[in-house]
């Protein structure tokens, strides 16, 4: 099902002109309403004119977490603010938070676009969609909300925490999608069997997940708990919120960019070279449409690639690859590169092990030390000190594998690990660098 | 002639044995036979107690991840060599012991060793046929 299919099925050529016309005007607003963006466009020697086809957005200077901050809090803004009507800020858990700004124009676009990923994750104005996206300036609760009613669908804006009280509203209301955290959705699947309730006795049938990195194995590991589908959102305060791409319910595979709205780019993650579509890298994103905050060649730290494959779907607008990692949670254990998500993967894929894993580094003299906790569930115990030990050593056998990395998996009794009511933390990192 | 007990898994941490007894006692839980392996890092706490089910259940409750094994409870002669003829059994029908732990009746007069093997029903027959007296889950619980 399509909430606006004349521009998600839209020919390629004809959604190129679009983005052109529109990349024109957001690099002749910023050059002309936000000094900052001015005079690094000065800097390098680029005038609005200069764009004369999408290729020349190369010729940008990008946009960075950093930018965001020295012009912290309102610098960055487009339009005067008389014309903004609401702010979200990030977490500010890496530094001082980014705040972003959106006119009347920019909600009931990003409302659109919210709604179309709903429909691309199959659901419909029929649904019942318990939004348990945290609400305030974090973007995902009222980003979803918007897009959920503007798709005539019942929203229950239950927010974030109080687990015990969701399952009973889910459960009462006959809740058919859910959208939260991948890790949150596992806390509610393990309160409803704590709370005596079969998970497949729920109206559920589909959820949205997104706001944290997630591997394939997570996926499958949700799917079975809850008897869902589970379906990735992606999206980022900085270039709108949730709803910047999605993954069709018909694949699975890939996020459709919402490409008559951010133009995607991907990057060397060290030499930021613009890459070939189809190569791993940085991904970049550059906003045609918002008004209060546009951003030119915002750099996500986000890894992907996009498939530029036809979709089954019937959706024109390319993909990109499913997100496990960002670069700000890469770990260098060693000096190998490490995502929690490829952890997660590997003990995912253990017969048995449970969701909940504690990732903590630490340095012993100058040596890291990678160690993993995880949790002993009823199914993974034996009474035989032999059949733990070999499972601890399969697990590490197969992080190093994958990763080249060793590492100490030690088991934990089970709810030793905290329980996620949004945002998960995977990582204690100990070391004083 | 299978008697069940329940296993326990801890992490190495102080007070954790105080706890799981704590529950055990107010829940009242007679403890017949017991025994902790521990490695670095965890241990695996081994009981026989008086109702097994109930007692696998409430440290469910309370968050314990409990499993139930089946084991054997062999009597041997407290005398020098009342052991060595059992396990002479187990050798010549070389089956392994995969653990072993013993405790005492309140007689005194036997010893009595709780055995866990994987081929439990074939040790069973092996002990019986070389008249080695096994104990029924009834009589253990009730000791």
Known sequence: MFFDKEYECMPREALAAIQLKRLQDVVARVYDNVPYYQAKMDDVGVKPADIKELADIQKLPFTT?????????????????????????????????????????????????????????????????????????????????????????????????????????????KSTVLLCTPSYALNLAETMVEQGIDPSEMALRVGVFGAEPWSENMRSEIQDKLGIKAIDIYGLSEIMGPGVSIECVEEQRGLHVMEDHFLPEIVHPDSFEPLPL????????????????????????????????????????????????????????????????????VLMSVEGVEPHYMIIVDRHGSLDTLEVQVEVSESLFSDKINTLENLTKQIQVEIKDLLGVSCKVTLVEPKSIQRSEGKAQRVIDKRKI | MKVEQIAIFLENKSGRMADITAILAQNGINIRAMSLADTADFGILRLIVNDTERARQILKENGFTVGTTEVIVAEVEDKPGGLARVLQVIK??????????????????????????????????????????????????SI
Not at chain 1, 282 to 305: G, H, M, N
Request: charged share 25%; proline share 3%; hydrophobic share 35%.
């Open chain 1, 65 to 173: 977490k950093e930018d965001l901050r020295k012009n912290y809090p309102f610098g960055l803004f487009a339009v005067p603010m008389d014309e903004v009507v609401r702010i979200h800020a990030s977490s500010g858990t890496t530094g001082q938070p980014t705040v972003v700004g959106y006119t009347k124009a920019d909600i009931k676009m990003w409302a659109g676009l919210m709604a179309r990923s709903l429909c691309a994750a199959g659901a419909s104005p029929k649904d019942t969609i318990h939004n348990a996206y945290g609400y305030g300036l974090f973007t995902g609760g009222l980003g979803a909300h918007y897009g959920a009613e503007a798709l005539g669908a019942t929203v229950v804006p239950v927010s974030g925490g109080n687990t015990k009280r969701q399952v009973m509203v889910m459960r009462d209301f």
């Open chain 1, 278 to 345: 189809g190569e791993k890298g940085e991904l970049v994103f550059t906003t045609l449409t918002k008004q209060a905050f546009p951003v030119i060649r915002y750099r996500t730290k986000d890894f992907s690639r996009i498939i530029t494959d036809e979709c089954s779907c019937g959706r024109t607008f390319y993909r990109m690859e499913k997100v496990t990692g960002r670069s700000d949670d890469m770990m260098i254990i060693r000096g190998v590169n490490v995502f929690p998500s490829q952890i997660e993967h």
């Open chain 2, 92 to 141: 010549d029908g070389n089956l392994n012991i995969e653990y072993m732990y013993a405790f005492t009746q309140k007689s005194g007069e036997s010893g009595l060793i709780i055995f866990r093997f994987d081929e439990l029903d074939k040790a069973i027959d092996m002990l019986l046929k070389s008249d080695v007296r096994l104990l029924s889950g009834e009589e253990v619980y």
